[in-house]
Nanobody, 125 residues
Framework: QVQLVESGGGLVQAGGSLRLSCAASGRTSSRYAMGWFRQAPGKEREFVAV????????HYADSVKGRFTISRDNAKNTVYLQMNSLKFEDTAVYYCAANFAPLSLTTRATVYDSWGQGTQVTVSS
């Protein structure tokens, strides 16, 4: 099992930036693919971005492509989500998740094995 803790959320004006962090502990997190998901009030959880364990591949939702960047520092067991040009519709609770299949870039939330508690991102218009 791996434990995940997100941080870095907050309130930001539209057009601004935030960087989310997800610190992993427990089993060697560098062996996992790591994803970011988000859930807005009244909506289903949706895929945002994923990065493979070896950092060779990433995949983004169309809604964030070109604005968000996922990265990881395996030496620090941390995954990041740099969010630029934020929009009101990016407002949500953001979750990181670990997939024990290291090369998977799946966007399906049900496939992920461990989840963090979430961090709130609020974008004011």
């Amino acid at each position: 099992q791996v434990q995940l803790v997100e941080s870095g959320g907050g309130l930001v004006q539209a057009g601004g930036s935030l960087r989310l962090s997800c610190a992993a502990s427990g089993r060697t997190s560098s062996r996992y693919a790591m994803g970011w998901f988000r859930q807005a009030p009244g909506k289903e959880r949706e895929f945002v971005a994923v990065i493979s364990a070896s950092v060779v591949a990433t995949h983004y939702a169309d809604s964030v492509k070109g604005r968000f960047t996922i990265s990881r520092d395996n030496a620090k067991n941390t995954v990041y989500l740099q969010m630029n040009s934020l929009k009101f519709e990016d407002t949500a609770v953001y979750y990181c998740a670990a997939n024990f299949a290291p090369l998977s870039l799946t966007t399906r939330a049900t496939v992920y094995d461990s989840w963090g508690q979430g961090t709130q991102v609020t974008v004011s218009s």
